[in-house]
Structures are given as C-alpha cells and as structure tokens.
C-alpha cells in the first residue's frame, strides 16, 4: 500500500501536469495544414509589420535567422529579440493554427479523398511559408536554398548509410561529379566563357533545359558510383569505408588537375537558374522519389542486406543488383544536388568537396537519424540553419557542433528520428476528436 | 524423375574434408530427415545446396538442371528455400516486412516502380502483404506482424522464419534444427506445424533435426551422417536400431 502511494508523483505535480495537458490539448487537434497555415501567418505578418516592429524594440534590423546571430553578437538585445520571436512567430503562428483548427480539419479530412491534391495543397503552403520568409533577406535565401540541398545530400546518403548499412564516404565525390558536369554543360551550352567560348545554344533556352543539365550531372555521378558499387560487392565494412573515402579524394584531386575547369582555382560562370522555386521542387522530388523507393520491397532489400547478407541471398534477393542500384540511385541524387549547388553559389573549387563536407554530410546522417526519411528532412535542415546560426562564434561553432552531435550520438547511437516509416498522407490527416472522419458539430470553438 | 539429385558431391575446407561422396534424391512432395553427431557436416551439405558453398566435386540437380555454380539467390529462386541453424533473421525489419521482402524473386514492376510508385506497384505490394499475413497465420504469428523482430519470444521468431522461407514458395524446403532450443510443449507445437505446411503447401522438407522426437515422427527415410559421409540410410524404425548409427552417436562398446 505504502509503496504504490510513493510510486505515484505528489499531487500537486499531478495537478499541474495535468492543467498543462489540457492547455496544450486544443493544440494537439492541430492538423498539419493548420500549422503550415499559422506558420503562415507568421510570415506574412513579419513581412508587413517585421520591420518596424524591430526597430520599436531597440533591434537593428530584423532578425535574419531567428536572431541568433544578433544574440550572440550583442547580448544585451536578448529580451529585445525574444519579446520580437514571441510576438511575431510564436503567437501568431499558435493562435491561428489553434483558432483555424475546425476548419483546417475539415479541410485536410476533404483533402484526403484525393491524395494527390492534398499534396499539393500542403506543399504550396510550405513553399509560400518560405518564401514570404526569404523574401525579407537574400541571406535567408541563400540558407534555404543550401538547407534543401543539404536535405537532398543527406537523404541520398541515408539510402547508403542508414538504409543499406554500409559506411560510405564517397559523396562529396558524387556531388563534385555532379556539380562539375553540370557546370560545364550550362556554361558550354548557354554562356560566353573564356575557356569554353561562345555558348553553343541560344542563352534564353537555358532555364528550360537546365533540368536536363542536373539530370546529366547525376547521372555522371551515377557512372562515377560504378567505381564504388563493384568493390561493394565483395568489400564490406571498414575496407569498403576506405574504398569509399579513397573515392572521394580521387575526384578531388582529378578536378584539382583538370586544368579546363580551372584547376584548383576553381570553376565560375554557372548562370543562375537555380533560385529557391528550382531547388524547392528538386528537393521535393529527391524525397519523393527515394521514399517510394524505400518503402517498396525493393527498398526493403536494402534492409535486408543490412541486417543479413546470406539471408537475403537466401530469401532470393540479388544482393548485387541491390548494392548497385542503392549507390547509382544515392549517387545520381548527390550528383543533381552538387549540381544544383553550383548554380546555387555560383562558383565551385575542388577544396569544396573534399573532408569538411564529407564531415557535413556524415553529420546530418548521423544526427537526423539512420534509416528515417524524416530523419534524413530534420538532419539536412536543422544542421544546415544550426550551423549559419551559430556563425558569429566563428572558430567556436566547430567546437559546438561536434559537442551536439557526440551528445546526440551518446544518447541516441542512431541519431534522433532513426528507424521511422514517412508515410506523408498519414501526416496530412486530420487530428484529434476529427480523426477517423467523425465530424463534430461543435468544431471550431 | 527427382526433384533434386545430388551425386557424388565432396567439398574440403582447404585441408579439411567436410563432405565425401554425398548422394542424395529427394522426390516431390517428401520429407527427409538427416542427422548426425556434431560436425558431421549436415549444416555444410545445407550451404553445398544453397549455393553458399561451391562443392569442390560433384553434381547438384535440381528439376533436370544443374545448379552448382548458380548464385544463392538465383536457387532460391528456382524453389530451394531455407532456414538457418542460428536463425539469420533482420533484426532491425518487422515481421511482416521479413515475409515481404522475401517475395523479392516475384517483383514485376521494375526499377521504374520502385521509384515512382505506379499502380501496378501498388496492386503487387498489396497482393505481396496479404499474401505475407496468410503465411503468418499460416505459422501462428500473424499477431507479432508490426512488432520488430528482436522483439519476438524465441519460438515466434522460428516460426517467423519459416514463414520468410515460405513466402519464396519453395518447392523444396531445407530446415535446419526447426527445434532447436525448444521446450517440450513448443517442439510438439512445430512437429504439428511443420506437418500442417507439408499437407497444405505439398513442397518436399529436407530437415536437419538433433531431437530423435521430431526426426522419427516426421520423416519417411532419414540419412546418417558421420565425418562428412552417409553412414546410413533408411525408415525411422531401420535407423533407430541400426549399430552403426548408435556406434556414431554412443561411441563403441568397449569388448573386454
């Protein structure tokens, strides 16, 4: 008796959880459209009043990412920055999210009958979240766009890493192959370049064919993988993680050499066509495409060689047309990520592709959590605008990012949302008493 | 004709002979038992068939043809299934994803389906997942089918691997220590269940068994192995008395 009272925690705590859990449970009837919906509002609402509002609390400008920056810089506008987060992101986005939520469930609940359109509904929202958000800064620009690349990089490395299980260092190669063929086709075809002469097609064609131009790119990084793939056959483990690695060096140093795209100096000129609406839907597709894949029995062979490579050959799976198509596949999307990247800043050199990315990218992985395209989305993303936002420490944030990542790796050896099924429609769905399709006459209150 | 034919077959570990001269014919539709002492080779003359191994003499015929030098997944795929002495199951898969994937060798919707998710996907992983949960009925477990592996009691995840074996629908079905590990009750459980899948699925079951239990109550012939050679052949009741048999198992008498 005695022991089962002490087991329970003091009522007072009881009470108070309690009373937050029913605060907080008009917010769990929230559907994801509702929140895209507040987020939103939120931007909207910077976008018109944002300026002001920061320069009444004292603020310089708005804050770029989230104020870290700003905080970090100048402490003393720390309460200035938070009062702006609360007003402008924060209420904003959990009252109208909270106050939409009849409406919004409704609405996802209608959606749902056609999955297609709830799709695309979902991602023309989150695309307007972003770009009303970066429409106030080039620098926000310029970090969503490198934050989807990163989502593309880490989630095709997750195929390799996380899905299949095998400790892959090559894809900063890939995504140089990528980045490098890709280049030359813009600028040889649509660019007046000292090297490459006058372009070969007339220029206004370009941005029509510049997807042909990624999709050359991955598929050279694809052919590239080849080099990976067959000595993946035998080679597992450490001997192929060395394989790998040595991969990535020899690509680096082949542009290194290559005096036609410039050497170590690097390569210039890429037009650019790869604005924030491009990467977007690129960066939609990657994760489409690779989710279908992993969630196919197909996909799941990848597991399966994984977890157990003589039982997969036992239960009729081709372990070596697995391993192939995981890396081509992997490669061919870090290829149009590299090449989207270097439409993206503009220039590329080999230093870029070498073991600082390489860290990056493993980094997200790891971080985000194996095996998890969500995971791969939190990881690419989170570490991507983590790192921008911690810029002002300079040297200090590399001591700070790698603490994170062994803290994370010491809590959750398989990183944060690791071993997770995406099953977008299942996100979109409506949310609490809407579940189900039971419509509640009372809704909206 | 036999369904599978095994003539002459000798595999050495570099100096070591693991098989010697192994003659084998199972017909459809039987099931065989082998036994034998500890390391008498019965797990590798398993792997000589599978084509883990490649004997270093010796023909493997299955349906007609020659299936030495083919690879593993390619016999399974003509319809030689297993199981594994140690359970080689995914630990990280669900059980339903274990039964699934083994339908690997039927995927018709290509590449194309796999990344972008045509109807004919859909229709063949739907049939792929109800079929999955009429063998996991089939073996008792269908309650386990979302739960991962790892998280099975050790009897569940035999059962599950049989399922995995079964859903390449095998013509013959290698099982190597079905009962191993088993209590009593579980082992009368599997005898039932191993009997069940033989009437309904009509393969032939080629069975490496340590409990007599389960070899005397399920196989019409058994074959004794002893040093990587048959030192006997024949029904239940023949091996059971045979002094040859009880001579590699027991040891000889001592005559003084």
Not at chain 1, 57 to 65: A, D, E, H
Not at chain 1, 142 to 160: G, H, K, P, Y
Not at chain 1, 333 to 353: E, S
Not at chain 1, 391 to 408: A, H, T
Request: with cysteine.
């Amino acid at each position: 008796m005695t022991t089962a009272t002490q087991k329970q925690p003091p009522a007072s705590d009881r009470h108070r959880n309690s009373t937050i859990r029913a605060v907080l449970s008009p917010w769990r009837e929230v559907p994801f459209l509702g929140w895209l919906l507040g987020a939103l509002a939120a931007v909207m609402l910077e976008h018109s009043v944002g300026s002001s509002l920061a320069l009444t609390l004292g603020l310089r400008r708005i804050p770029v990412l989230f104020g870290f920056e700003l905080m970090l810089k100048a402490p003393q506008h720390i309460p200035g920055m938070l009062v702006y987060l609360v007003l402008v992101y924060m209420l904003p986005a959990a009252l109208v999210a909270v106050a939409t939520r009849g409406l919004t469930n409704a609405l996802a609940a209608r959606l749902l009958q056609s999955p297609a359109l709830s799709l695309a509904v979902h991602l023309v929202l989150l695309y307007g979240c972003m770009h009303f958000w970066c429409a106030l800064s080039d620098y926000r620009y310029l970090v969503a766009q490198l934050a989807l690349i990163a989502v593309m990089l880490t989630l095709s490395l997750n195929v390799i890493n996380g899905y299949m299980g095998e400790f892959s260092c090559s894809h900063p190669g890939f995504m140089a192959l990528g980045a490098y063929a890709a280049s030359v086709l813009t600028v040889l075809l649509f660019v007046e370049d000292d090297v490459f002469g006058p372009p070969l097609l007339p220029p206004t064609l370009g941005p029509f064919l510049f997807p042909l131009a990624l999709v050359a790119g991955g598929l050279v990084a694809s052919l590239g993988a080849l080099a990976v793939a067959i000595p993946s056959f035998r080679a597992r483990g450490d001997y192929l993680g060395v394989i790998t690695l040595a991969f990535t060096f020899v690509v680096k140093s082949l542009f290194e050499n290559l005096e036609i795209v410039g050497g170590p100096r690097g390569f210039m000129n890429q037009p650019n066509w790869a604005g924030l609406p491009t990467v977007f839907v690129w960066a939609v597709v990657c994760v489409a495409v690779i989710n279908n894949f992993v969630r196919s029995t197909f996909g799941k062979a990848l597991n399966a060689v994984r977890d157990g490579e003589t039982a997969a050959e036992a239960m009729t799976i081709n372990t070596r047309r697995t391993k192939t198509v995981a890396f081509l596949s992997a490669a061919f999307w870090a290829g149009v990520a590299g090449g989207l990247f270097a439409h993206v800043v503009g220039y590329i050199n080999p230093a870029t592709f070498g073991a600082q990315k390489l860290a990056e990218v493993l980094a997200m992985v790891y971080f985000g959590g194996l095996n998890s395209v969500i995971g791969s989305i939190a990881g690419g993303l989170g570490l991507t605008l983590f790192s921008e936002m911690l810029r002002p420490l300079e040297v200090w944030k590399w001591v700070i990012i790698p603490m994170l990542l062994v803290l994370v790796m010491t809590r959750r050896p398989t990183g944060l949302i690791a071993f997770r099924e995406f099953d977008a429609l299942k996100l979109l769905g409506p949310r609490g008493r809407w579940e189900g399709g039971v419509q509640d006459g009372t809704a909206g209150g | 004709m036999a369904l599978l034919e095994v003539e002459g077959m000798t595999h050495y570990f570099g100096g070591l002979r693991a098989v010697h001269n192994y003659n084998l014919q199972i017909q459809r539709g039987e099931i065989r038992g082998l036994i034998g002492p500890n390391g008498a080779g019965k797990t590798t003359i398993f792997n000589l068939i599978t084509g883990i191994y490649r004997p270093t003499r010796g023909r493997i015929v299955f349906e007609g043809e020659d299936i030495v030098g083919l690879p593993p997944h390619r016999i399974a795929a003509r319809g030689i299934a297993r199981t594994f002495q140690n359970m080689l199951l995914w630990r990280h898969m669900t059980v339903l994803e274990h039964v699934k994937v083994a339908h690997y060798a039927r995927i018709d919707y290509g590449l194309v389906g796999a990344f972008l998710g045509t109807p004919r996907r859909r229709r063949q992983e739907a049939e792929f997942e109800e079929r999955s949960y009429e063998l996991l009925r089939m073996m008792g477990v269908e309650r386990f089918a979302n739960k991962v592996i790892t998280e099975l009691p050790y009897g569940a995840q035999r059962r599950v691997e049989i399922a995995r074996a079964l859903a390449t629908e095998p013509k013959l079905l290698l099982l190597d220590e079905p009962a191993a590990g088993m209590t009593p009750e579980e082992m009368i459980e599997m005898v039932d269940t191993i009997r069940r899948i033989h009437s309904m699925l009509g393969m032939a079951i080629f069975l490496i068994e340590h409990r007599m239990r389960v070899v005397m109550d399920l196989c019409e012939t058994i074959q004794t192995l002893n040093f990587g050679e048959v030192i006997a052949e024949g029904t239940p009741d023949e091996i059971r008395n045979d002094p040859v048999v009880i001579e590699a198992y027991l040891g000889k008498e001592v005559v003084t």
